[in-house]
């Protein structure tokens, strides 16, 4: 079997985000990907939305109907995991999808907070980053979209891992600063510090699992066969 990639490295981190019988509403190829392989191996009642108004299977099959008012229910009932992109994002796990530059005169203008602010503070949240920069991650978000630890936001909030096309990263030191969980295969811990705009706190770094070989024939096989995941995380 050929080598294993790093988009396919990239698919198996989020698939490992998604455990139980949740709602994942995962943004970007990437992410969806990893949330259908995970429906067809360690998590069989994950149910799958596509973001508007379909539950689907892993095969893209419609089996169930959840309009908007129905997706504002799970999530504020909190059976829900979202990931979500990030223009930004800081070491408390602020996200910007909103704006960029100062807020009175943006320099650009991206989608708007959308869903994150209620998502940040109902259910598990994550981020996916398919290009890791300083650029992304950054001493101060310019506009709070997704809401991070340094805010008081209430028993819900849980911003669980941030997955990038280098390292995935979690929460886990006490004042809930971000930190390097696994670098993925090739990559050097030096390259994750370089690219981002913040001190990493030091710590045991692991590295990031590549998938078995049942994964990567899903992968290769029945989820992505025409290779578009290589097109968001080039090898
Ligand atoms: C920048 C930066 C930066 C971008 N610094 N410049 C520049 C400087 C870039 C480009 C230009 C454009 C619950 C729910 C919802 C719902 C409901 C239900 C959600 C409420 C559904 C509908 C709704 C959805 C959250 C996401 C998508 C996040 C992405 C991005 C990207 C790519 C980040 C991967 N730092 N950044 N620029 N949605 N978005 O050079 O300049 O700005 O940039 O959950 O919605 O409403 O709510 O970003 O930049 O999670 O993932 O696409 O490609 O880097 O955005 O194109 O080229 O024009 O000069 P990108 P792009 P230029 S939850």
């Known amino acids: 079997m050929a080598e294993v990639t790093r988009a396919e490295v990239c698919v198996a981190a989020c698939a490992d985000l998604f455990a139980g019988e949740i709602l994942a509403s995962p943004m970007g190829l990437v992410p969806s990907l990893g949330a259908r392989l995970a429906r067809l191996t360690r998590a069989p009642d994950l149910l799958l939305s596509d973001g508007e108004a379909d539950l689907l299977t892993p095969d893209g099959r419609t089996e169930g109907w959840l309009p908007y008012r129905k997706v504002f229910d799970v999530v504020a009932h909190g059976t829900r995991h979202v990931v979500m992109g990030a223009n930004q994002i800081d070491r408390y796990g602020n996200q910007n999808i909103s704006a960029i530059g100062d807020h009175r005169r943006p320099t ?128």
């Open 108 to 235: 650009r203008q991206l989608l708007g907070v959308r869903g994150a602010p209620g998502n940040t503070v109902n259910h598990r949240t994550s981020y996916w980053v398919p290009r890791h920069s300083k650029r992304v991650f950054v001493e101060a978000v310019d506009v709070v979209s997704g809401v991070g630890f340094d805010h008081a936001v209430g028993p819900f909030h849980d911003v669980h891992r941030v997955v990038t096309n280098l390292a995935v990263f979690d929460f886990g030191t006490l004042d809930r600063h971000m930190r390097l969980v696994s670098v993925h295969p090739g990559v050097d811990v030096d390259e994750v510090r370089d690219q981002t705009g913040f001190p990493l706190p030091p710590g045991d770094v692991g590295t990031t699992r590549v998938p078995d070989q049942e994964e990567l024939r899903l992968i290769r096989t029945v989820l992505d066969p025409d290779g578009k995941r290589d097109r968001e995380v080039p090898t």
